[in-house]
């Protein structure tokens, strides 16, 4: 049981003052019939809510993954940028979130939600959830680069260093012409702009960058940047 301006307002009814402000003025309709109280409680299971003739359904969580397309900021509000949970036009809930920050101009599969639990579990390096991305790179990628980046890399300085956990390289391609190489990168954690500075620590420079699964949660091949679709049931079991 919930109560009615809550109910509402998670739906994204509007804020909780609004709300309750269309709940005494009769705007919200349980099972058929205004109810004027705020506090009233509701089944989120079982009873029908309206809000000025439109049904709300209940939804304690939301997931979506979304391919993020370059040029959206990882966050829920930004006063002067786009963000990605912004591009859900069709989310119910309004405290959803990503679980995790890709960089800006960093494309792939962010998942968006609004649990927290799932996403402390995805995010928390304790858990080694592997993250795999596929760059470009300028520059050759190496062999020996395979063998640093397995040891762990220095993404600090000389004076202050910090060190990554040991990632799996694999060289796709290398074209020796235009001096790129294609890669896939697969690390369990997520500092600040970590494949990014693990290529600079061997002096390589990541030019495209895009994740392509988290976990078990593997980005769909359909869906461009841009583009975003709903969790089916077997991959919420499976995360
Ligand atoms: N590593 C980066 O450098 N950037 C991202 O967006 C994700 C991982």
Redesign the pocket.
């Known amino acids: 049981m919930i109560r009615l301006d809550k109910y509402v307002a998670d739906m994204g009814g509007g804020t909780r003052q609004e709300v309750k402000k269309y709940i005494r003025q009769g705007r919200v309709l349980v099972d058929g019939v205004p109810v004027k109280k705020p506090e009233h409680k509701v089944d989120e299971d079982r009873q029908q809510v309206e809000l000025d003739g439109r049904k709300i359904r209940y939804c304690r969580f939301e997931y979506y993954m979304l391919n993020k397309p370059a040029g959206v900021v990882?966050a829920t509000e930004d006063g002067a940028e786009q963000t990605v949970v912004a591009l859900i036009a069709d989310r119910g809930r309004k405290d959803l979130f990503p679980a995790g920050?890709?960089?800006?101009?960093?494309e792939?599969l962010l998942l968006i939600t609004n649990d927290g639990a799932l996403a402390h579990r995805l995010l928390s390096p304790r858990r080694h959830v592997d993250?795999c991305?596929y760059a470009r790179i300028q520059g050759i990628v190496t062999g020996e680069d395979v063998r640093r980046f397995s040891l762990g890399v220095n993404i600090g300085t000389a004076e202050k260093e910090e060190w990554t956990s040991p990632g799996r390289l694999e060289i796709l391609g290398v074209d020796e012409g235009s001096g790129i190489s294609e890669i896939r990168l697969t690390?369990q954690e997520?500092?600040?702009?970590?494949?990014?500075?693990?290529f600079e620590a061997v002096k390589k420079k990541?030019v495209y960058?895009r994740?392509e699964s988290m976990g078990s949660l593997v980005l769909d091949k359909k869906l461009k940047p841009g583009e975003y679709r709903r969790l089916t049931d077997e991959e919420l079991r499976d995360l």
């Open positions: 990882s920050r890709l960089d800006k101009d960093t792939g993250k991305y690390i997520g500092k600040y702009h970590q494949v990014k500075r693990m990541v960058l994740r």
